[in-house]
Protein backbone atom coordinates (compact mmCIF):
# COMPACT_ATOMS: atom_id res chain seq x y z
CA UNK A 1 0.00 0.00 0.00
CA UNK A 2 1.36 3.67 -0.87
CA UNK A 3 1.46 5.04 2.88
CA UNK A 4 1.86 8.74 0.98
CA UNK A 5 -1.83 8.35 -0.90
CA UNK A 6 -3.28 8.00 2.19
CA UNK A 7 -5.27 11.14 3.77
CA UNK A 8 -3.75 12.47 6.85
CA UNK A 9 -4.79 10.56 9.59
CA UNK A 10 -6.16 13.24 12.08
CA UNK A 11 -7.50 11.71 15.13
CA UNK A 12 -11.21 12.44 15.65
CA UNK A 13 -12.86 13.22 19.79
CA UNK A 14 -15.06 10.69 20.87
CA UNK A 15 -17.18 14.54 22.85
CA UNK A 16 -15.42 16.84 21.42
CA UNK A 17 -15.65 19.76 24.71
CA UNK A 18 -12.91 21.70 23.14
CA UNK A 19 -15.17 23.14 20.15
CA UNK A 20 -17.79 24.13 22.73
CA UNK A 21 -15.56 25.53 24.52
CA UNK A 22 -14.29 27.36 21.73
CA UNK A 23 -17.92 28.21 20.49
CA UNK A 24 -18.67 29.72 24.30
CA UNK A 25 -15.38 31.79 24.75
CA UNK A 26 -15.50 34.97 26.66
CA UNK A 27 -18.72 34.44 27.65
CA UNK A 28 -16.99 31.45 29.93
CA UNK A 29 -14.60 33.40 30.75
CA UNK A 30 -16.29 36.43 31.76
CA UNK A 31 -19.10 34.30 33.86
CA UNK A 32 -16.02 32.75 35.84
CA UNK A 33 -14.46 35.91 36.35
CA UNK A 34 -17.67 37.46 37.72
CA UNK A 35 -18.36 34.57 40.67
CA UNK A 36 -13.75 35.20 41.28
CA UNK A 37 -15.03 38.75 41.81
CA UNK A 38 -17.57 38.67 44.54
CA UNK A 39 -16.30 35.47 46.35
CA UNK A 40 -19.15 34.05 46.95
CA UNK A 41 -18.03 30.08 46.13
CA UNK A 42 -21.03 28.27 47.90
CA UNK A 43 -24.43 28.58 46.74
CA UNK A 44 -23.97 32.31 45.35
CA UNK A 45 -26.64 33.86 43.29
CA UNK A 46 -25.69 31.96 40.23
CA UNK A 47 -26.79 29.20 41.61
CA UNK A 48 -29.85 30.12 42.65
CA UNK A 49 -30.61 31.50 38.89
CA UNK A 50 -29.62 28.22 37.32
CA UNK A 51 -32.01 26.50 39.41
CA UNK A 52 -34.84 29.00 38.66
CA UNK A 53 -33.55 28.31 34.83
CA UNK A 54 -33.41 25.27 34.78
CA UNK A 55 -36.92 24.71 36.63
CA UNK A 56 -37.80 26.88 33.02
CA UNK A 57 -36.64 25.02 31.07
CA UNK A 58 -37.91 21.65 32.40
CA UNK A 59 -41.22 22.67 33.19
CA UNK A 60 -41.30 21.80 36.64
CA UNK A 61 -41.50 23.84 39.97
CA UNK A 62 -38.44 23.15 41.57
CA UNK A 63 -34.59 22.39 41.23
CA UNK A 64 -32.40 21.62 43.55
CA UNK A 65 -28.93 21.57 42.10
CA UNK A 66 -26.21 19.37 43.88
CA UNK A 67 -22.67 17.98 43.24
CA UNK A 68 -23.09 15.38 41.20
CA UNK A 69 -25.57 13.08 39.22
CA UNK A 70 -24.92 10.53 41.68
CA UNK A 71 -25.12 12.94 45.02
CA UNK A 72 -29.13 13.68 42.82
CA UNK A 73 -30.21 10.16 43.16
CA UNK A 74 -29.07 9.59 46.83
CA UNK A 75 -30.60 12.26 47.69
CA UNK A 76 -34.05 11.53 46.83
CA UNK A 77 -33.63 8.05 48.16
CA UNK A 78 -32.76 9.76 51.82
CA UNK A 79 -35.26 12.20 51.32
CA UNK A 80 -37.65 9.22 50.97
CA UNK A 81 -35.82 7.11 54.05
CA UNK A 82 -35.31 4.33 51.29
CA UNK A 83 -32.82 2.04 53.70
CA UNK A 84 -32.80 -1.77 54.85
CA UNK A 85 -35.53 -4.22 53.57
CA UNK A 86 -36.40 -1.95 50.78
CA UNK A 87 -36.38 -2.71 47.01
CA UNK A 88 -35.42 -0.18 44.28
CA UNK A 89 -36.14 -1.78 41.02
CA UNK A 90 -32.98 -0.59 38.65
CA UNK A 91 -32.66 -1.21 34.96
CA UNK A 92 -29.86 -3.69 34.28
CA UNK A 93 -28.12 -1.68 31.50
CA UNK A 94 -27.63 1.52 32.83
CA UNK A 95 -23.90 3.30 34.51
CA UNK A 96 -23.49 1.69 38.04
CA UNK A 97 -24.19 4.88 39.85
CA UNK A 98 -27.62 4.20 39.19
CA UNK A 99 -27.97 1.02 41.68
CA UNK A 100 -25.06 2.36 43.36
CA UNK A 101 -27.03 4.62 45.32
CA UNK A 102 -29.50 2.23 46.30
CA UNK A 103 -27.10 -0.07 47.98
CA UNK A 104 -25.26 2.79 49.20
CA UNK A 105 -28.70 3.75 51.23
CA UNK A 106 -28.64 -0.19 52.56
CA UNK A 107 -31.56 -0.40 50.15
CA UNK A 108 -31.11 -3.25 47.73
CA UNK A 109 -31.24 -3.19 44.00
CA UNK A 110 -33.24 -5.70 41.86
CA UNK A 111 -32.27 -5.62 39.14
CA UNK A 112 -34.74 -5.43 35.35
CA UNK A 113 -33.90 -6.03 32.04
CA UNK A 114 -34.43 -4.07 28.95
CA UNK A 115 -36.08 -3.40 25.60
CA UNK A 116 -33.45 -4.22 22.65
CA UNK A 117 -34.74 -1.50 20.50
CA UNK A 118 -34.30 1.12 23.43
CA UNK A 119 -32.07 0.03 25.76
CA UNK A 120 -34.57 1.22 28.21
CA UNK A 121 -36.61 -0.97 31.00
CA UNK A 122 -38.72 -3.47 29.91
CA UNK A 123 -42.27 -3.29 32.14
CA UNK A 124 -42.78 -6.67 32.10
CA UNK A 125 -39.42 -7.50 33.73
CA UNK A 126 -40.03 -4.93 35.84
CA UNK A 127 -43.53 -7.08 36.96
CA UNK A 128 -41.51 -9.96 37.45
CA UNK A 129 -38.75 -8.17 39.73
CA UNK A 130 -41.55 -6.80 41.78
CA UNK A 131 -42.61 -10.84 42.38
CA UNK A 132 -39.19 -11.30 42.97
CA UNK A 133 -38.44 -8.93 45.42
CA UNK A 134 -41.79 -9.81 47.37
CA UNK A 135 -40.80 -13.38 47.16
CA UNK A 136 -37.33 -12.44 48.85
CA UNK A 137 -39.35 -10.41 51.80
CA UNK A 138 -38.12 -7.06 50.80
CA UNK A 139 -40.68 -4.31 50.40
CA UNK A 140 -40.81 -2.89 47.06
CA UNK A 141 -40.75 0.92 47.49
CA UNK A 142 -39.49 2.71 44.25
CA UNK A 143 -38.17 2.47 40.53
CA UNK A 144 -35.53 4.35 38.76
CA UNK A 145 -35.94 4.56 34.74
CA UNK A 146 -32.91 5.54 32.84
CA UNK A 147 -32.77 7.87 29.96
CA UNK A 148 -30.34 5.46 28.45
CA UNK A 149 -28.18 7.48 25.94
CA UNK A 150 -30.32 10.40 25.81
CA UNK A 151 -33.42 8.21 24.90
CA UNK A 152 -36.68 8.91 27.43
CA UNK A 153 -37.85 5.43 28.46
CA UNK A 154 -41.38 4.73 28.38
CA UNK A 155 -42.10 6.96 31.39
CA UNK A 156 -46.01 5.46 30.91
CA UNK A 157 -45.54 1.98 31.01
CA UNK A 158 -43.73 2.34 33.92
CA UNK A 159 -45.61 5.00 35.66
CA UNK A 160 -48.69 2.57 35.17
CA UNK A 161 -46.67 -0.49 37.42
CA UNK A 162 -45.72 1.54 39.97
CA UNK A 163 -49.06 3.40 40.52
CA UNK A 164 -50.65 -0.74 40.50
CA UNK A 165 -47.55 -1.12 43.30
CA UNK A 166 -47.44 1.62 45.12
CA UNK A 167 -43.80 2.65 44.36
CA UNK A 168 -42.73 6.74 43.41
CA UNK A 169 -40.58 7.10 40.41
CA UNK A 170 -37.12 8.45 40.32
CA UNK A 171 -36.06 8.93 37.01
CA UNK A 172 -32.40 9.06 36.43
CA UNK A 173 -32.04 11.46 33.45
CA UNK A 174 -28.39 11.75 33.79
CA UNK A 175 -27.98 11.27 30.01
CA UNK A 176 -31.40 12.25 29.41
CA UNK A 177 -31.85 16.07 30.48
CA UNK A 178 -33.16 18.00 27.60
CA UNK A 179 -35.58 15.24 26.17
CA UNK A 180 -38.91 15.33 25.41
CA UNK A 181 -41.58 12.55 26.17
CA UNK A 182 -44.77 12.65 24.85
CA UNK A 183 -44.51 15.99 25.09
CA UNK A 184 -43.41 16.11 28.64
CA UNK A 185 -40.22 17.40 29.59
CA UNK A 186 -37.62 15.25 31.00
CA UNK A 187 -37.48 16.42 34.62
CA UNK A 188 -40.44 16.72 35.50
CA UNK A 189 -41.57 12.76 35.31
CA UNK A 190 -42.17 10.81 38.17
CA UNK A 191 -41.65 12.17 41.72
CA UNK A 192 -38.61 13.54 41.35
CA UNK A 193 -35.88 13.30 38.29
CA UNK A 194 -32.20 13.12 38.90
CA UNK A 195 -29.31 14.61 36.05
CA UNK A 196 -25.77 15.29 35.81
CA UNK A 197 -23.77 17.71 34.62
CA UNK A 198 -20.63 15.82 34.25
CA UNK A 199 -18.30 16.92 31.28
CA UNK A 200 -19.05 14.55 28.36
CA UNK A 201 -22.99 14.80 29.46
CA UNK A 202 -25.36 16.47 27.18
CA UNK A 203 -25.42 19.07 29.67
CA UNK A 204 -22.27 19.16 31.06
CA UNK A 205 -20.17 21.77 33.40
CA UNK A 206 -16.72 21.77 33.79
CA UNK A 207 -16.35 19.73 36.89
CA UNK A 208 -18.58 17.81 38.96
CA UNK A 209 -22.54 18.50 39.07
CA UNK A 210 -25.80 17.63 39.11
CA UNK A 211 -29.59 18.51 39.89
CA UNK A 212 -32.96 17.08 41.43
CA UNK A 213 -36.23 17.79 39.32
CA UNK A 214 -39.45 17.97 41.39
CA UNK A 215 -42.84 19.39 41.35
CA UNK A 216 -43.47 18.29 44.78
CA UNK A 217 -42.62 21.03 47.81
CA UNK A 218 -41.93 19.19 50.67
CA UNK A 219 -39.41 17.15 49.00
CA UNK A 220 -37.40 19.89 47.78
CA UNK A 221 -37.41 21.42 50.99
CA UNK A 222 -36.27 18.35 52.24
CA UNK A 223 -33.40 17.76 49.47
CA UNK A 224 -32.03 21.30 49.83
CA UNK A 225 -31.64 20.15 53.61
CA UNK A 226 -30.16 17.04 52.95
CA UNK A 227 -27.62 18.86 50.46
CA UNK A 228 -26.32 20.60 53.48
CA UNK A 229 -26.24 18.52 56.20
CA UNK A 230 -29.55 18.32 56.69
CA UNK A 231 -30.54 21.76 57.81
CA UNK A 232 -33.67 22.49 56.66
CA UNK A 233 -33.76 26.11 54.82
CA UNK A 234 -33.68 28.52 57.29
CA UNK A 235 -33.59 26.34 60.63
CA UNK A 236 -31.18 26.37 63.48
CA UNK A 237 -31.49 22.87 64.04
CA UNK A 238 -29.74 19.58 62.53
CA UNK A 239 -33.40 17.21 61.77
CA UNK A 240 -32.38 15.15 59.29
CA UNK A 241 -28.74 13.69 58.63
CA UNK A 242 -27.72 14.76 55.37
CA UNK A 243 -24.49 15.09 53.64
CA UNK A 244 -22.32 17.72 51.76
CA UNK A 245 -23.76 18.13 48.08
CA UNK A 246 -23.79 21.57 46.85
CA UNK A 247 -22.77 22.61 43.23
CA UNK A 248 -20.08 25.25 43.24
CA UNK A 249 -21.22 28.67 41.92
CA UNK A 250 -18.44 28.63 39.39
CA UNK A 251 -20.18 25.44 37.74
CA UNK A 252 -23.02 27.46 38.32
CA UNK A 253 -21.57 30.24 36.10
CA UNK A 254 -20.35 28.06 33.33
CA UNK A 255 -24.17 25.83 33.07
CA UNK A 256 -25.99 29.15 33.08
CA UNK A 257 -23.64 29.88 29.59
CA UNK A 258 -24.42 26.52 28.74
CA UNK A 259 -27.98 26.59 28.92
CA UNK A 260 -28.03 29.31 26.30
CA UNK A 261 -26.78 26.97 23.66
CA UNK A 262 -27.97 24.11 25.26
CA UNK A 263 -31.35 24.04 22.60
CA UNK A 264 -29.42 24.17 19.75
CA UNK A 265 -27.09 21.93 20.64
CA UNK A 266 -29.85 19.28 20.72
CA UNK A 267 -31.03 20.18 17.27
CA UNK A 268 -27.68 19.40 16.13
CA UNK A 269 -27.17 16.13 17.74
CA UNK A 270 -30.51 15.29 16.28
CA UNK A 271 -29.16 16.01 13.09
CA UNK A 272 -26.18 14.37 13.55
CA UNK A 273 -28.17 11.42 14.46
CA UNK A 274 -30.97 11.32 11.98
CA UNK A 275 -27.71 11.74 9.07
CA UNK A 276 -26.14 8.58 10.98
CA UNK A 277 -29.06 6.54 10.90
CA UNK A 278 -30.27 7.14 7.70
CA UNK A 279 -26.14 6.32 6.23
CA UNK A 280 -25.66 3.35 8.60
CA UNK A 281 -28.98 1.77 8.76
CA UNK A 282 -28.07 -0.86 6.10
CA UNK A 283 -24.93 -2.20 7.65
CA UNK A 284 -25.62 -2.07 11.31
CA UNK A 285 -28.70 -1.91 14.04
CA UNK A 286 -29.19 1.74 14.49
CA UNK A 287 -30.50 2.96 17.38
CA UNK A 288 -34.90 3.30 17.48
CA UNK A 289 -36.54 6.83 18.44
CA UNK A 290 -40.10 5.73 19.00
CA UNK A 291 -42.80 8.19 18.20
CA UNK A 292 -43.72 11.04 20.25
CA UNK A 293 -40.03 10.84 21.77
CA UNK A 294 -37.15 13.37 21.49
CA UNK A 295 -33.18 12.18 22.70
CA UNK A 296 -30.57 14.07 23.03
CA UNK A 297 -27.78 11.51 22.30
CA UNK A 298 -25.60 11.38 24.85
CA UNK A 299 -24.28 8.56 22.98
CA UNK A 300 -25.18 7.24 19.53
CA UNK A 301 -25.21 3.20 20.24
CA UNK A 302 -25.32 0.70 17.15
CA UNK A 303 -25.28 -2.94 17.00
CA UNK A 304 -23.69 -4.81 15.16
CA UNK A 305 -23.13 -9.08 14.80
CA UNK A 306 -21.36 -10.11 18.67
CA UNK A 307 -18.02 -11.57 16.37
CA UNK A 308 -18.03 -8.40 14.38
CA UNK A 309 -17.65 -5.88 17.04
CA UNK A 310 -13.98 -5.99 18.32
CA UNK A 311 -12.95 -5.78 14.61
CA UNK A 312 -15.62 -2.82 13.75
CA UNK A 313 -13.41 -1.18 16.68
CA UNK A 314 -9.79 -1.65 15.94
CA UNK A 315 -10.84 -0.85 12.58
CA UNK A 316 -12.07 2.48 13.34
CA UNK A 317 -9.35 2.97 15.60
CA UNK A 318 -7.01 2.49 12.82
CA UNK A 319 -8.13 5.29 11.45
CA UNK A 320 -8.09 7.73 14.20
CA UNK A 321 -11.83 6.92 15.19
CA UNK A 322 -12.52 6.46 19.21
CA UNK A 323 -15.68 4.08 19.89
CA UNK A 324 -16.47 3.47 23.07
CA UNK A 325 -18.49 0.24 24.11
CA UNK A 326 -21.90 1.39 26.76
CA UNK A 327 -22.21 -1.28 28.70
CA UNK A 328 -19.92 -4.47 27.72
CA UNK A 329 -19.80 -5.51 31.03
CA UNK A 330 -23.54 -4.52 32.88
CA UNK A 331 -23.20 -3.63 36.63
CA UNK A 332 -25.07 -7.00 37.69
CA UNK A 333 -21.61 -8.97 36.36
CA UNK A 334 -19.52 -6.50 38.58
CA UNK A 335 -18.12 -7.17 41.87
CA UNK A 336 -19.59 -5.26 43.87
CA UNK A 337 -23.35 -5.78 42.18
CA UNK A 338 -23.33 -9.93 41.73
CA UNK A 339 -24.84 -10.15 45.29
CA UNK A 340 -28.25 -8.24 44.32
CA UNK A 341 -30.98 -10.05 42.72
CA UNK A 342 -32.58 -9.80 39.45
CA UNK A 343 -36.06 -10.22 38.04
CA UNK A 344 -37.08 -13.65 37.69
CA UNK A 345 -36.53 -14.62 34.37
CA UNK A 346 -33.18 -13.17 34.17
CA UNK A 347 -31.26 -10.59 31.97
CA UNK A 348 -31.10 -12.12 28.61
CA UNK A 349 -31.79 -8.72 26.50
CA UNK A 350 -28.97 -6.57 28.71
CA UNK A 351 -26.95 -10.10 28.32
CA UNK A 352 -26.90 -10.18 24.31
CA UNK A 353 -26.78 -6.18 24.00
CA UNK A 354 -23.39 -6.45 25.93
CA UNK A 355 -22.26 -8.24 23.10
CA UNK A 356 -23.68 -6.05 20.51
CA UNK A 357 -23.09 -2.38 21.24
CA UNK A 358 -20.76 0.09 19.91
CA UNK A 359 -21.07 3.58 20.64
CA UNK A 360 -19.61 6.13 17.70
CA UNK A 361 -18.16 9.92 18.13
CA UNK A 362 -21.49 12.03 19.01
CA UNK A 363 -21.26 15.92 19.99
CA UNK A 364 -23.08 18.72 18.31
CA UNK A 365 -19.83 20.05 17.03
CA UNK A 366 -19.86 16.87 14.33
CA UNK A 367 -19.15 18.41 11.35
CA UNK A 368 -20.58 16.37 8.04
CA UNK A 369 -17.08 15.59 6.87
CA UNK A 370 -16.10 14.03 9.61
CA UNK A 371 -19.10 12.15 10.17
CA UNK A 372 -18.65 11.34 6.51
CA UNK A 373 -15.05 9.73 7.35
CA UNK A 374 -16.62 7.55 10.38
CA UNK A 375 -19.66 6.45 8.41
CA UNK A 376 -17.02 5.15 5.46
CA UNK A 377 -15.03 3.72 7.77
CA UNK A 378 -17.70 1.33 9.53
CA UNK A 379 -19.17 0.64 5.78
CA UNK A 380 -15.77 -0.67 5.00
CA UNK A 381 -15.00 -2.28 7.89
CA UNK A 382 -18.46 -4.30 8.37
CA UNK A 383 -18.97 -4.98 4.75
CA UNK A 384 -15.83 -5.98 4.04
C1 LIG B 1 -23.32 9.71 34.62
C2 LIG B 1 -24.43 8.94 35.16
C3 LIG B 1 -24.78 9.01 36.52
C4 LIG B 1 -23.93 9.68 37.56
O1 LIG B 1 -23.63 10.99 37.34
P1 LIG B 1 -22.33 11.65 38.06
O2 LIG B 1 -22.55 13.11 37.87
O3 LIG B 1 -21.14 11.13 37.34
O4 LIG B 1 -22.36 11.25 39.48
C5 LIG B 1 -25.90 8.33 36.94
N1 LIG B 1 -26.64 7.61 36.09
C6 LIG B 1 -26.34 7.51 34.78
C7 LIG B 1 -27.22 6.71 33.88
C8 LIG B 1 -25.22 8.16 34.27
O5 LIG B 1 -24.92 8.05 32.99
Known amino acids: MNQHARPEIKPIPFIDIGAQRKRLGEAIDEAVAKVLDHCQFIL???VRELEGQLSSFAGVKHTISCASGTDALMLVLLAKKIGPGDAVFCPSFTFAATCEVVALVGATPVFVDVHEDTFNMDVESLKKAIA???KLGLKPKAVIPVDLFGLPADHDAVAAVAEENKLFVLDDAAQGFGGV???KKIGGIGLAAATSFFPAKPLGCYGDGGAVFTNDDELAELIRGLRVHGQLPGKPEFSHIGITGRLDTIQAAVLLEKLKIFPAEIAARNKIAARYSEKLGQYAIVPRVPEGYTSVWAQY?????PGRRDGLAAALK???IPTAIYYAKPPH???AYKKFPAADGGLPVTEKLSHEVISLPMHAYLDESTQDRIV?????ALVG
Open 376 to 380: DAVKR
Open 318 to 320: AEG
Open 181 to 183: YKA
Open 44 to 46: GPE
Open 132 to 134: TAK
Open 301 to 305: TIRVQ
Open 333 to 335: RHE
